[in-house]
Structures are given as structure tokens and as C-alpha cells.
């Protein structure tokens, strides 16, 4: 069974840091990109970044020189640092995996919540 889930998510003051974390397991097929969305009260989800299992990342320009995303590849986790956070960071994040064959896998969705 495919699972993937996140962890990491919480209250933080503007300007404030968070670090994300993802792990999938489960499929038996390989990983070819990990990344982040999110979504916040009446907002479309949206990418956050992504990265793929050569390592090139790409970035909201909402998030971009703030946030940096990393991938353990021996351990299928992907991370999310998140530096000077700010109130409109606030959303729900989301896991997303997709693998070799059998496509997109989603978290559960962790929350960071920044306060002003």
C-alpha cells in the first residue's frame, strides 16, 4: 500500500522558520519527482516546489530565495526548509509523489500557520 506522509507543519511567528518533511513508501516503483503544494482558506492549491530524482528544483516566485526543497533519495523523503516565513504562507502543504508507473500519490496535508 502507498503511503505518503508528512510531518513537520505548526504555529510560527512572521519571519520564523519551518522544515517539512515527506516520506513515501510503499509502491515498490520508483520515485520520479517530490514536491510541495499548498492551500489556503478559499485558495486554489498551488506548487510550492518541486524536485526530481536528477535533483533540479523548481519554485513558486512567491517562495523563491525563501524556501529551499531537498530529497534523501536512499530514504524516498523529500524536505521543505522554510525561512522568513510571512502570514500569507499560511496554508494547508501537501506531499506529492509521483511514481514510475502508477502516477501521483498525495499526503494528508500538514498546516503552517504564521502569525503577524
Known amino acids: 500500500q502507498v503511503q505518503v506522509v508528512e510531518s513537520g507543519g505548526g504555529l510560527v511567528q512572521s519571519g520564523g522558520s519551518l522544515r517539512l518533511s515527506c516520506a513515501a513508501s510503499g509502491s515498490g516503483f520508483s520515485i520520479v519527482r517530490m514536491g510541495w503544494y499548498r492551500q489556503a482558506p478559499g485558495k486554489q492549491r498551488e506548487l510550492v516546489a518541486t524536485?526530481?530524482?536528477?535533483?533540479?528544483?523548481n519554485y513558486a516566485d512567491s517562495v523563491k530565495g525563501r524556501f529551499t526543497i531537498s530529497r534523501d533519495n536512499t530514504k524516498s523523503t523529500v524536505y521543505l526548509q522554510m525561512n522568513s516565513l510571512k502570514p500569507e504562507d499560511t496554508a494547508v502543504y501537501y506531499c506529492?509523489?509521483?511514481?514510475?508507473?502508477?502516477?501521483?500519490?498525495w499526503g494528508q496535508g500538514t498546516q503552517v500557520t504564521v502569525s503577524s
Open positions: 524536485i526530481t530524482d536528477g535533483g533540479s528544483t
Open positions: 506529492n509523489t509521483m511514481f514510475l508507473i502508477i502516477g501521483d500519490y
